[in-house]
């Protein structure tokens, strides 16, 4: 049962570009949501989070949107660098010390020069 | 400050055959969490350990096994290996909120 889904499982940006990826979730009960990165042969690493009681986050170039009557979030990287290629999961909880931790498929980004 | 350690890297195992998994959380971090991610799949839970206790388990079968020890690392035990147990086992380590992720262990199942 895939509570959280990533439908494209690849997206491709120019540098300089806006990159936004997606992601949607089925548990209303969720409350807690995170992004992660993910490099070839390296474990994710965390990159931004958001609780529901808030619609959106910030962190440098990093945004994370979220619409929970939508049941929908979103990162958006602007601007876009070639170092951003990688995989990113997103991930939801149903406490905010995250102990039980649902991921999606990934999105794979590459970032063209 | 060293971050999540497993081992082994990489590991080729037959169908029917054992495996265990080693984890070292980050130093200070008591709660160890385990994922296994198949190709074409997100990571999926495993188990979640915190203070030597299983906290947690995903929806696998009782095959998955593992256990915490008191200084925190963690080891994740597979019997009778099957071809779809094939994957890459991600640990990861929290003290709070943030989870920590190792490098992953390869486990290939011929």
């Known amino acids: 049962d895939q509570q959280v889904k990533q439908n494209s499982p690849s997206l491709s940006v120019q540098e300089g570009r806006i990159s936004i990826l997606n992601c949607d979730y089925t548990?209303?009960?969720?409350?807690?949501f995170l992004w992660y990165k993910k490099y070839p042969a390296e474990g994710p690493t965390f990159l931004i989070s958001i609780s529901s009681i808030k619609d959106k986050n910030e962190d440098g170039r990093f945004t994370v949107f979220l619409n929970k009557s939508a049941k929908h979030l979103s990162l958006h990287i602007v601007p876009s660098q070639p170092g951003d290629s990688a995989v990113y999961f997103c991930a939801a909880s149903l406490f905010y010390n995250n102990n039980d931790m649902r991921f999606g498929a990934g999105t794979r980004l590459t970032v063209k020069p | 400050e060293a971050g999540v350690t497993q081992s082994p890297t990489h590991l080729i195992k037959t169908r029917g055959q054992q495996v265990t998994l080693r984890c070292s959380p980050i130093?200070?971090?008591?709660?160890v969490y385990w994922y296994q991610q198949a190709l074409g799949l997100g990571l999926q839970f495993l188990l979640w350990?915190?203070?030597?206790?299983?906290?947690n388990r995903g929806n696998f079968p009782p095959r998955f096994s593992g256990r915490q020890f008191p200084n925190y690392s963690s080891e994740l035990n597979v019997n009778a290996l099957e071809l779809e147990d094939s994957a890459l086992y991600l640990c990861?380590?929290?003290?709070?909120?943030?989870?920590?992720f190792g490098p992953g262990t390869r486990l290939t199942v011929l």
């Open positions: 130093s200070g971090h008591t709660s």
């Open positions: 548990n209303s009960m969720f409350d807690y």
């Open positions: 990861a380590s929290s003290l709070k909120d943030t989870q920590y």
């Open positions: 350990y915190d203070e030597g206790e299983e906290r």
